[in-house]
């Protein structure tokens, strides 16, 4: 296994809308294996394969207090969404920056797993958040997206001053 690169909001790569997965086979496994360890080491809740810069629908999350519980979808599509719910919200791709959006409280979600097999999953509270949010990312979405032009401007200063001072 090892770690990958996660891009940096503004990168346009982030927009970018993935392929659904034709085959679970082993390179995928070893991709999830990789998306796995570098949302554990961030440290996140969740990674989409877009901001390793990988064009396929993929998502890792573990939303668990325990760190352990590391839930896999592969192809995944939203059965229902339920109610709603303002909920402070990060990204990965976009460090630091913390601010509430509006998503559904519930989802059901379809999607394969690491066999290969379809299977569903209801959803609330934080998994159902980190579900939307990822799924975002493979619709080449990034959360500050929902946000005023204002703070989306502001974001993406600051998020490329980081970068300026980082190089």
Do not use: W
Request: glycine share 6%; aromatic share 4%; with cysteine.
């Amino acid at each position: 296994m090892s770690r990958l690169h996660i891009l940096r909001y503004p990168d346009p790569r982030l927009h970018t809308i993935a392929a659904p997965v034709e085959e679970v086979n082993e390179s995928i496994r070893s991709l999830i294996a990789d998306m796995a360890e570098t949302m554990y080491a961030a440290p996140g809740v969740g990674l989409a394969a877009t901001q390793v810069n990988v064009h396929k629908q993929i998502i890792v999350i573990d939303a668990s207090d325990t760190r352990d519980k590391l839930l896999t979808l592969i192809n995944p599509e939203i059965l229902a969404a339920i109610g709603v719910a303002d909920c402070e919200e990060g990204c990965l791709s976009v460090p630091g920056i913390y601010e509430k959006i509006e998503r559904a409280e519930r989802v059901v979600v379809r999607a394969r797993g690491l066999d290969g097999e379809h299977f569903d999953v209801e959803a609330e509270g934080l998994l159902s958040v980190c579900i939307q949010h990822e799924m975002d990312h493979l619709k080449g979405r990034v959360f500050v997206e929902y946000l005023s032009r204002l703070k989306q401007t502001r974001i993406r200063a600051k998020m490329q001053k980081q970068q300026r001072q980082s190089a």
